[in-house]
Each structure stands twice: as structure tokens, then as C-alpha cells.
């Protein structure tokens, strides 16, 4: 576990009493946080967050059922593995079996590969990590990292050992470009007991691009949600988790009485979903989506030097999590826009005061009483004209004008001298905006945009049934190492978030406010650095149990088929 990694374990580091902010209401607490770094572990103890570390992948699956075994796939043929395929696969929610026991040896295989032999992804983030697959450097080795060019430490190959990836994180920020040499050659002839070390690093991890993780955690994460029928989709609308805050005290006693507006915020979020693939092949083209089932969140923060900073890190995580369960708490709910049929949002706020129209509505009510005097004398000259006959002329246009002119062109062409050339369109300033100017949009009344994606099929899929919350899973991403979170969400929180107003503990004025929807608990797997064919392995092991029972199929509920046989 990182040093700066351990975010928030209640079991260490205990959370301060809800009595040390005045705000009640759960919603207002959230809707005074405006920075990253107002963020506190009041807010955590407001939400009711426990989180429980290094969990094991029996604790972290709701059903351990749904893991594969930990031994038992080396040196086995593929005959072998089709063997186990019985008690392997199982139905899933799609409606197809899941992947077969081979495809699971296949992908073990894959992960087993070095490094630098198979992974063009983590060759490139060799050159900003230390490659902890690689043993470490000898001492006077031309490609050893010592202490006095400043260059960071080596982080240990041990998996258990994963502390010092801050340590050497933040030294490499210090250090000089030209931490390593390209490739460490031996200088004698003769072969050591231990492989060469290959040194790539030439960089510190804080300027490794953003894209490299993103990219390895995506192409991992696809190794295994594809044969299960789901992929990642980048979302077509930005993931927010929406706030609104609940109605007064003065409108829950009088519900007659003129409410006051409630205000509604959001917390934007830059993680990716996990979603499934429909089955019909014209919907699948359409870019039809169905979910989400999990949350990808692969964050670039280099600096843990403070417990504010591991605070930003989980409420990030937090976020993702929280947003999912909003998402797939829309199940067979119809989009209610913020604003909808409210005045606020339908209704001109401008005009009809005492002073008269202000701005531009002066300027354009002069334009118009300028083009209606100009038409009607246009129309009282034409009335004049048609009675004079066609044969009288203006007096006060010269003879001479009327008369044309020839001028010689080059080539022999003739123009009119006295011709006036027709003029293309209107002048560049005359031009007609095709969009709205920014004064138009600021007077434009109208409802938010909508947030919800028109191609997307919102269903809570894996949810086990009966029950009042919503495991929703994370998966989570810093420095070059993977992590899986498992965050119990209740719909009472969602309900809260929604607007609904708390429960209330006590009656009289000594009433308080207290968390009707329990705790918020958080399991998170342990650090898997992806350097390492072990860690590599077990992350997809649990990652594999994660897409099985998350797609499993679950049977109608006894009662339903009887139900529906009385009405016939």
C-alpha cells in the first residue's frame, strides 16, 4: 500500500464528529465545497464512508463463487481446460454462456509474457517508472540509479512492497532528465547468475502522458470485458454526480406556502463506464449501449505528499462510484430536466417595467419604425408613378444618365459604362450571424441541457434483487498499478442527493438531522502493480469474478408466471 495511498481507513485514522459543522442538511454540506482542496474528512463523516483496505477477493465479490481458482492453470492442455467448462461457464445476462475455461487459460498466458517481449504499453511506461519486473541494479553498474546523480530510488520487485512508488515518484521529480542510460550492457565476457538489467527510464513519472495510463488500464480492462460481452465506451454527455438540495423547513410544514428555489449542482467526473453490448446487430451498429455495469477512474495525481491530497484521490473515487449508482438507479425512469415547466425557465424575465424597454430593445423598435416609414413612402411613390403614365420622367434625373454608355474592354468586349455591376451578397459587416450572438444566448430562456445519453439503454445490471442498495464497482488506476473498490451504495443516499428531504432523530427543538441511509462502505482490493506477472495475474483474476457476477443471470422471481396466469 502506498504511503500516501492508504486515502481513508477508519480503522487508522478516526472520523470527526458530525457536530463540528452547523450545516444539517447533507446536500448543503456537499454544495459549499467549490475546490478540490476544501475538501475535508468532515465530508467523508457527512456521507458516512468506511472504507475496509486490502481486501481479499473472497470479501471484495459479493459471491466468491464466481472466482476462478487460484491454482491449477499451469501446464494443463486445452483438452484440460475444456474439461472444466461444466462447472466453468454459466448463463449470463445477455443471454449467451460465459467465456470458456480456455479463453481464461489463453489470457493467463498472455499476462505471463515479460514485458518487454509482448506489452508496447508498458515499454512506454518503462521510460517513466522503474520496471519493478527487472531485478534490481547491481552496485557501480553503469546503469544502476545512485544517489549521487540524484536519481530516485528502485522500487522493490516484491509485490508486497509497493510503498516506495511515491517515494521514488517524488525523487524523480527532482532529478535531471538524464536519469539512466538507454540499455546497461555487462562489461565482461563473462554470463552472471542473474539476468541483465535493461534500464529504460529516461524520465520523471509525473511527465509520463496522461494517455499511456489511461490506455493500459483501458486495454487491460477490455482483455476480459469483452468475452463477457461489455466494452468500454467513452460517455457521450460528461458524468456529473447531480446535487439538489432539499425543501425548506417553511415548505414541509406549509406545503401551500410559496417555495423557495432549491439549488442544484453537480460534481463533474472523468471516469469511463463499463457497459454492455447489445445483442441485436442493428442496435450494436447504431452505438446502443446498455448499463453501466462499473466505473473505470485512471487518475494522473503524482503528489501524495499530504492527507489532503489522499482525501482528492477518494472523494475522486467516490464521485465515479456515486455517479454509476445515479446511473443505473435510472432504470425505467423518464428524464425529469432541472427547470422543466418552472417559470423560471419558461418565462421572459425582461420587459414590462415602468421605464420601458431597455437596450437592445430600444435600438430595435427604432429599426422597425424606420423600415415601416421607409416602406409605406416607397409604396406611396410607386401609387404616384403608375398614375403619371409610363411615359413621364423624373425631372430631377438627368437626360444624359439614362443614356449608356459603351467602353472598350480587352478581347474585343464591350461593357456599359453607365451599367451598375449587381453586388454578390451583402457586405461583410451586413452579413447575417447563422449563430446566436452571445447577447442572445444570455436571453435565452430555457431549461438545462440534458444529461442523459439518447443511446443508452440505462439498466442496473448485476444488481441483486430485494435488496434497498446498490453494489457498484470501481476500477481504479494510479501511478502504473490497479486496484478494485467495491462501494455499497443505498438508495436512501440516492434519494438524499435527489433532493428528498433527511430523516429526523428526536422530536422538539433538540431535533437532529442523522444519516438515514446508514454508512457508505467502500472495499478496496489491494495495489496490483502491473510491472509484475503475479500482481498482473490476480488483478485479472478478480477482475474476471467481477464481470461473472456482475453478468450473471438470476431467475424470474417465484409468482410471476402465476400472477400473469389469473388475468387470463
Known amino acids: 500500500m502506498f504511503g500516501g495511498l492508504a486515502n481513508l481507513n477508519p480503522t487508522v485514522r478516526k472520523l470527526p464528529s458530525l457536530d463540528d459543522h452547523s450545516e444539517s442538511s447533507l446536500v448543503r454540506f456537499l454544495q459549499t465545497l467549490h475546490r478540490p482542496a476544501d475538501l475535508n474528512e468532515l465530508h467523508f463523516a457527512a456521507l458516512g464512508v468506511h472504507v475496509h483496505v486490502d481486501t481479499s477477493a473472497e470479501d471484495l465479490l459479493p459471491d466468491p463463487s464466481y472466482l476462478p481458482s487460484t491454482s491449477g ?69 553503469d546503469g544502476s540509479q545512485t544517489a549521487e546523480n540524484g536519481s530516485a530510488p528502485p522500487l522493490a520487485s516484491g509485490p508486497a512492497s509497493i510503498g516506495t512508488g511515491l517515494e521514488q515518484a517524488s525523487a524523480a521529480m527532482i532529478s535531471s532528465a538524464t536519469e539512466s542510460n538507454a540499455r546497461s550492457q555487462p562489461k565482461s ?7 541483465d538489467r535493461v534500464t529504460y527510464r529516461t524520465q520523471p513519472g509525473s511527465e509520463m502522458p496522461p494517455e499511456y495510463r489511461h490506455n493500459m488500464v483501458a486495454a487491460f480492462v477490455k482483455l476480459v470485458s469483452y468475452d463477457f460481452g461489455c466494452n468500454i465506451v467513452p460517455s457521450r454527455v460528461e458524468p456529473r454526480l ?68 489522499s482525501n482528492i484521490d477518494l472523494g475522486r473515487e467516490l464521485i465515479a462510484a456515486l455517479t454509476t449508482a445515479q446511473l443505473r438507479a435510472r432504470q425505467g425512469k423518464a428524464e425529469h430536466r432541472f427547470g422543466e415547466d418552472k417559470w423560471w425557465a419558461t418565462s421572459k424575465r425582461w420587459g414590462g417595467g415602468e421605464g420601458g424597454a431597455i437596450g437592445r430593445e430600444v435600438e430595435a423598435a427604432e429599426h422597425h ?44 468586349l464591350v461593357r456599359p459604362s453607365g451599367a451598375v455591376l449587381a453586388m454578390r451578397g451583402q457586405p461583410a459587416s451586413k452579413r447575417q450571424r447563422k449563430t446566436p450572438s452571445i447577447y442572445d444566448h444570455y436571453r435565452m430562456v430555457r431549461p438545462p441541457a440534458s444529461n442523459w ?109 402465476d400472477v400473469a396466469m389469473e388475468g387470463i
Open 73 to 141: 492453470w499451469d501446464d494443463i492442455t486445452i483438452d484440460q481446460a475444456r474439461e472444466r467448462d461444466p462447472t466453468f461457464r454459466r448463463p449470463i445476462s445477455n443471454g449467451n454462456m460465459s467465456p470458456e475455461a480456455r479463453v481464461y487459460m489463453e489470457r493467463r498466458n498472455e499476462l505471463s509474457v515479460p514485458n518487454q517481449a509482448a506489452f508496447r504499453t508498458m515499454e512506454l511506461m518503462a521510460g517513466f517508472w522503474d520496471d519493478t519486473s527487472l531485478p534490481p541494479p547491481a552496485e557501480g553498474d
Open 189 to 195: 565476457d563473462t554470463k552472471p547468475e542473474t539476468p
Open 242 to 309: 447531480h446535487l439538489l438540495g432539499p425543501p425548506s423547513e417553511s415548505t414541509q410544514s406549509k406545503p401551500h406556502s410559496q417555495s423557495s428555489p432549491r439549488l442544484a449542482t453537480y460534481f463533474p467526473s472523468g471516469c469511463v463506464f463499463i457497459n454492455r453490448l447489445p445483442t441485436a446487430r442493428d442496435a450494436a451498429r447504431a452505438g446502443v449501449v446498455e448499463g453501466p455495469l462499473a466505473a473505470v477512474s485512471a487518475r494522473n495525481t503524482t503528489h501524495f505528499s499530504s492527507p489532503a491530497d
Open 369 to 412: 419604425t424606420l423600415d415601416k416609414d421607409s416602406k409605406d413612402s416607397t409604396a406611396a411613390g410607386a401609387g404616384s408613378g403608375s398614375e403619371s403614365g409610363p411615359g413621364t420622367k423624373d425631372p430631377r434625373v438627368p437626360s444624359h444618365s439614362l443614356t449608356a454608355t459603351k467602353t472598350p474592354l480587352a478581347g474585343g
Open 453 to 561: 445519453d439518447r443511446k443508452a439503454r440505462y439498466e442496473a445490471i448485476g444488481r441483486a434483487r430485494g435488496v434497498d442498495y446498490d453494489d457498484v464497482f470501481v476500477f481504479s488506476s494510479l501511478f502504473h498499478h490497479f486496484c478494485i473498490l467495491r462501494v455499497r451504495v443505498p438508495d436512501r443516499l440516492l434519494e438524499v442527493l435527489g433532493g428528498a428531504p433527511e430523516a429526523e432523530d428526536g422530536k422538539g427543538e433538540g431535533k437532529k438531522k442523522k444519516r438515514s441511509w446508514g454508512e457508505l462502505q467502500v472495499w478496496r482490493s489491494r495495489w496490483f502493480d502491473l510491472f509484475l506477472i503475479e500482481d498482473r495475474l490476480e488483478a485479472m483474476r478478480q477482475l474476471w469474478g467481477v464481470m461473472a457476477w456482475l453478468m450473471r443471470k438470476e431467475d424470474e422471481p417465484k409468482g410471476v408466471e
